[in-house]
C-alpha cells in the first residue's frame, strides 16, 4: 500500500502542522485572493471585507446588502514579531457546512526576510494564522477573531514537543475548521494527530471545545486492509499475559483510557468528544518481538456507561500498516458480547492504535445528519471495553513460557518479550525456570527479571552474585591474560549496583556466612552501593577471615571507609567503647583501611592510642601500626610522631624499623631520623631509609643539613651494591651541592654498573657541568656497559654539552642499521639529547632518520627529538 503523506518527518511536530495547515489550501473551497478580500453576506451572517498593507489587518462588517469595503473598519492589532510577516500574508475564504464563512489569514516566517520574528521563531518554517469572520445578523458590526496563533511552531523538549495547528476539512458543500495541537507523545503510531480540537460552530461563529477530527489521512484509509470481525459465542479464554499497554489516547471520559487493555470486564475506554468521536484513539504499546495474529475484542463493560454507544467501524493501526475493521451487528445491544479479528497476516510492531470511525447509535439517541448515520447526541460515548492480542503463545502458562526461552532464537525472544510485559507471575516464574534453561536462555530470563522491582531482584541477583563467584576460576598470575568476564556475574553486579542500598542486606548475609569467593565478590559491591552498612558488616566479617579473603575484605572495608557516605559510621567505629568491643585484628584492619583519612577522623588518635600503649605489644601489631602512626603524624598527631620515631630508632625488629622508614617518607618531621637509620645495621633498614630520604627530597622536603655528607658515605664505602646505588638516587634527587657531585663522581669508578648508572642520573640532574669531563669519559669508552654510556649520554643532554653533538649524531645515524641492542640503545639516548640541546641544525643532522627506509620505532623517535622544546640556550 502507499505510505502515508504524515510518514516522512512526522517527528518534527512543525512540519506535521504545516501540513494540515497547508491543506487548508486544497480543502477549502475558495482560492487565495489579493487584499482587500470581501466575503459576501450569507444566511444569518453579515458581510466582511478585509485588506492587509503596511499599517495592519483592517476589517469591517456590513449589515446592508449594499457592497461592503474595508475602508472606516476595525485595525486589528497583532504582536510586533507579526507585523513584518504581513507583506506575505494571504487571504484564505472559507465556506462552513451552513453556508456561513470566514477568513483564514496565514502569514508564512519563510515568506519574509530574516528579523524579529524569524529570530523569535527560529530558522524557517511555522506560519501566523487567524481566523477572523463577521458577526451574525444582529449581533453587533464588530468582526469576530475566532483564534490567532503560531502554527506549525513546537515547543518544549525533544519527545515533548507541542505545536498548535488549524485544519480546514471537507463537510457536505462546505468545511469545517478546527483548531488543536499536535503533540510529539501523543501520535497514532508515529502519525501526527490533532489533539485537544476546537471547532468554528457555524451556529455562535465561536469556538465549541471537544470536536473529534479523523488523524488519519484519506487515501490510506481507503487503501486500507479489510477485516470483519467475527462474533463468538462464548468468551474466550483470556490469555496468560497481556502484551498491549495503553500509552496514549487522544481524550477519554475520566482520563481512563489504560482500562481498554486492562484485562477487566467491568471498565471500558470512552472517547471523551462531542458526538460519534470519529478519529478518536488509544496508543497502545506492544513488543516487536511478538507476531500478533488477531485481536480479541470486548465492546461493552459490565460497568454501566452513560450514553455508551459500539463502534460500527474502526481502523487498527502500526507504524507501517493500517487495518479497518468492520462489527457485524450493534455491541451494546450484546451484554457479554466478545468478538475475533483474524488478521490477513501476522504482525510484527512496537506500537497499535486503535482509531474509532463510524459507530451505531444509541436507542432514543437522534442520527446525525451529514454523519453517515453516525450519532450526533452530544452524551453519546463510543467505547471499547477490552482489546487483547492473539498470538502463538495464547494458551501457555508462565512456565511454559519459561521453557521457551531455550535456544534464544526468535520463538524465544518472542517468549521474553511477552514474559517481560507480564507482571509478577511471570518475573516469578523466570526465577523458578531459570537454572533449568541455558545459558542463552538464562540470558533472556534475566532480562525478564530486571523488570521487577529491586525487592524481587535483589534475592535473586546477589544469589547469582554468589553462586558466580564461587565458581570463578581462581585468580592467574599477574603476566597471564585476564579470564573472560563471566556475563552473568557481570549482569548481577550492573543490577545489584543498580538497586544500590536495597541491596545491603542480602549482601551482608553473603559477607556474614557465603563461601570465600562469594563473601570476597559481596564485599566489594556492598562496600560500593551502601558504604555506610558496609563498614560494620565487614568488620564483623574480619574477624574470623584469614590469608586472602581478610585482605579482600580489609580492602573493600578500605573502599567503604573513603566514602564520605560513611564518614558518621567510620567515627562511630572509632570510639574507644565500640573499637574495645572488636577483637584485636578487626581494630586494625579498621586503622589500616582507613589509610591518610584516619588523622581526619574525629577520635583515631586515641583510637590509635589504645592500641598502641597496651604493653607487650606483639611484632604483628606493632608492624601494622606503623602505616596509622604515620597518616596521623602527618595530621599532627604528636603521639603517633613520637611512636614512629620510636619504632624507626629503638624497636628492636629490623621489620618494624624497616616498616617504619618506609612509612615516614611523609612526615618531614622524621627525616633526622631517617637520616639516623641510613646506617642501621640491618642492610633492609638502611635501603629503606634512604629510599625515603630520596622520595623526601623529590617531594621538595628539606632534608638535615648532614644528610650529603651521610649519604656521600654510603655510597663511598657500603658493602651493599643496592645501598650504594639507593645513596646515589637520593644524592640526585636532593638539591645540587659540591660535596654531593663529588661523591656521585666518585661513583662513576665503582665497580658496579648499577651504581654508575644512577650516579651519572644525580650528575644529569643536577646538571654538574664542572664534572662533565668525567661524564663524557664515560659516554665515550667503548668498553664501558651499554646502558652506563646511555645514561651518561642523557646527563651530558641535560647539561647541553654541545660539543658532544656530532657524536650524537653518529650514533643516532648507526641505530637505522643497527648492529645489534647497542647501537639501538646508544641511538635512542643521543636522540633525546639532540632534542635537549636542539642544535640549529638538528633537522638537516636528522633528515636520514626521517625517510621511509628508517625502523618506524626509530623515525617516531626522530620525529619527537625535532619536536622537543629546547631546553639550553644556543
Not at 453516525?374 to 460515548?381: D, I, L, N, Q, T
Not at 588518635?605 to 604483628?620: K, M, R, V, Y
Amino acid at each position: 500500500m502507499r505510505r502515508s503523506p504524515f510518514r516522512s518527518g512526522w517527528r518534527r511536530v512543525g512540519a506535521a502542522a504545516g501540513w494540515i495547515a497547508a491543506s487548508s489550501a486544497l480543502l477549502g473551497n475558495a482560492a487565495a485572493q489579493v487584499a482587500p478580500v470581501v466575503l459576501p453576506r450569507a444566511a444569518g451572517q453579515q458581510a466582511l471585507a478585509v485588506r492587509i498593507d503596511a499599517g495592519g489587518i483592517t476589517a469591517r462588517a456590513c449589515p446592508a446588502a449594499a457592497a461592503c469595503a474595508p475602508d472606516g473598519g476595525k485595525v486589528l492589532a497583532v504582536a510586533p514579531e507579526v507585523a513584518p510577516l504581513l507583506g506575505g500574508a494571504r487571504v484564505v475564504p472559507v465556506t462552513l457546512a451552513d453556508g456561513k464563512r470566514l477568513a483564514k489569514i496565514e502569514a508564512p516566517v519563510a515568506a519574509t526576510p530574516a528579523g524579529a520574528a524569524a529570530t523569535a521563531l527560529g530558522a524557517g518554517g511555522g506560519s501566523w494564522v487567524m481566523l477572523l469572520a463577521a458577526p451574525l445578523v444582529g449581533k453587533g458590526t464588530e468582526p469576530i477573531v475566532l483564534w490567532s496563533g503560531w502554527t506549525g511552531v513546537s515547543t518544549g523538549e525533544h519527545g515533548e514537543g507541542r505545536s498548535d495547528a488549524v485544519v480546514v476539512e471537507p463537510l457536505g458543500s462546505g468545511s469545517r475548521v478546527l483548531v488543536g495541537q499536535l503533540r510529539d507523545d501523543v501520535t497514532i503510531c508515529g502519525r501526527p494527530a490533532l489533539v485537544g480540537a476546537s471547532e468554528v460552530d457555524p451556529r455562535t461563529m465561536t469556538l465549541l471545545k471537544g470536536a473529534s477530527f479523523q488523524n488519519l489521512p484519506l487515501e490510506e484509509r481507503r487503501a486500507a486492509s479489510k477485516v470483519a470481525a467475527e462474533r463468538r459465542e462464548a468468551d474466550a479464554a483470556a490469555p496468560a499475559f497481556r502484551l498491549l499497554r495503553p500509552t496514549a489516547a487522544s481524550s477519554a471520559v475520566g482520563k481512563r483510557f489504560a482500562e481498554i487493555a486492562d484485562g477487566d470486564p467491568k471498565t471500558a475506554w470512552s472517547e471523551g468528544k462531542v458526538g460519534a468521536g470519529r478519529g478518536e484513539f488509544v496508543s497502545l504499546s506492544s513488543a516487536d518481538e511478538v507476531g500478533i495474529t488477531g485481536l480479541g475484542l470486548r465492546i461493552k463493560p459490565t460497568e454501566v456507561v452513560e450514553g455508551g454507544a459500539a463502534p460500527r467501524t474502526l481502523f487498527v493501526a502500526t507504524p507501517e500498516r493500517l487495518f479497518q475493521v468492520s462489527l457485524p451487528e450493534d455491541a451494546w445491544l450484546k451484554e457479554t458480547a466478545g468478538y475475533e479479528v483474524k488478521l490477513p497476516e501476522e504482525i510484527r510492531a512496537s506500537c497499535i492504535a486503535v482509531v474509532l470511525d463510524d459507530a451505531y447509535a444509541p436507542r432514543g439517541a437522534p442520527a446525525g445528519a451529514g454523519d453517515r448515520g453516525a450519532p450526533s447526541a452530544p452524551e453519546v460515548r463510543v467505547t471499547i471495553a477490552e482489546i487483547t492480542a492473539r498470538t502463538a503463545f495464547d494458551g501457555q502458562g508462565p512456565a511454559a513460557l519459561v521453557g521457551a526461552l531455550a535456544g534464544g532464537g526468535e520463538r524465544a525472544r518472542a517468549a521474553a518479550a511477552l514474559l517481560a510485559r507480564s507482571g509478577p507471575e511471570a518475573v516469578e516464574a523466570a526465577i523458578a525456570g531459570y537454572d533449568k534453561l541455558d545459558p542463552a536462555g538464562r540470558q533472556l530470563a534475566a532480562g525478564v527479571i530486571d523488570t521487577a522491582p529491586c525487592a524481587v531482584q535483589i534475592p535473586f541477583f546477589t544469589a547469582r552474585l554468589a553462586s558466580g563467584a564461587a565458581a570463578a576460576p581462581p585468580r592467574r598470575a599477574s603476566r597471564a591474560a585476564p579470564p573472560e568476564p563471566d556475563p552473568e556475574l557481570h549482569h548481577a553486579r550492573d543490577r545489584i549496583r543498580r538497586c544500590g542500598r536495597a541491596a545491603a542486606p542480602a549482601l551482608a548475609e553473603i559477607v556474614k556466612g557465603g563461601a570465600a569467593a562469594a563473601r570476597v565478590a559481596a564485599a566489594r559491591e556492598l562496600a560500593l552501593v551502601a558504604p555506610a552498612e558496609a563498614i560494620p558488616a565487614l568488620l564483623d566479617a574480619l574477624a574470623g577471615a584469614r590469608g586472602a579473603t581478610r585482605r579482600e575484605l580489609r580492602a573493600a572495608l578500605a573502599l567503604a571507609a573513603r566514602s564520605e557516605r560513611a564518614a558518621d559510621v567510620v567515627e562511630e567505629e572509632v570510639q574507644l567503647d565500640r573499637l574495645r568491643a572488636r577483637p584485636e585484628e578487626a581494630q586494625l584492619d579498621l586503622l589500616r583501611a582507613l589509610g591518610p583519612s584516619l588523622g581526619r577522623v574525629k577520635g583515631g588518635g586515641a583510637a590509635f592510642q589504645a592500641l598502641a600503649s597496651a604493653a607487650s605489644a606483639p611484632f604483628e601489631r606493632r608492624y601494622l601500626l606503623q602505616a596509622p602512626a604515620a597518616a596521623l603524624a602527618r595530621a599532627g598527631e604528636a603521639p603517633a610522631e613520637a611512636y614512629l620515631r620510636a619504632s624507626l630508632r629503638k624497636d628492636a625488629d629490623a621489620h618494624v624499623r624497616l616498616r617504619a622508614a618506609e612509612v615516614a617518607a611523609d612526615v618531614p618531621a622524621l627525616a633526622p631520623d631517617l637520616l639516623a637509620a641510613a646506617s642501621d645495621p640491618e642492610v633492609r633498614v638502611r635501603e629503606a631509609a634512604i629510599v625515603a630520604l630520596s622520595r623526601a627530597a623529590s617531594a621538595g622536603a628539606k632534608l638535615p643539613a648532614g644528610a650529603p655528607a651521610a649519604l656521600a658515605a654510603r655510597l663511598a664505602s657500603d658493602p651493599w651494591t643496592f645501598i650504594r646505588g639507593s645513596a646515589a638516587l637520593a644524592i640526585g634527587a636532593m638539591p645540587a651541592a659540591p660535596a654531593g657531585d663529588r661523591a656521585l663522581v666518585g661513583a662513576l669508578a665503582d665497580s658496579s654498573p648499577e651504581v654508575r648508572r644512577s650516579a651519572l642520573d644525580g650528575l644529569g640532574a643536577h646538571r654538574a657541568v664542572a664534572h662533565i669531563e668525567a661524564v663524557r669519559d664515560r659516554a665515550e669508552d667503548k668498553e664501558e656497559d651499554v646502558e652506563v654510556r646511555a645514561r651518561a649520554i642523557l646527563a651530558l643532554g641535560a647539561m647541553c654539552d654541545a660539543s658532544s653533538v656530532d657524536l650524537w649524531t653518529r650514533l643516532a645515524l648507526r641505530a637505522k642499521a643497527p648492529m645489534g641492542e647497542r647501537d639501538q640503545r646508544l641511538g635512542s639516548a643521543a636522540l633525546a639529547a639532540l632534542g635537549a640541546v636542539h642544535p640549529a641544525d638538528l633537522p638537516a643532522r636528522l633528515k636520514p632518520l626521517l625517510d621511509k627506509d628508517t625502523p618506524h620505532g626509530l623515525r617516531e623517535t626522530a620525529r619527537a627529538a625535532l619536536s622537543a622544546a629546547p631546553q639550553c640556550r644556543r
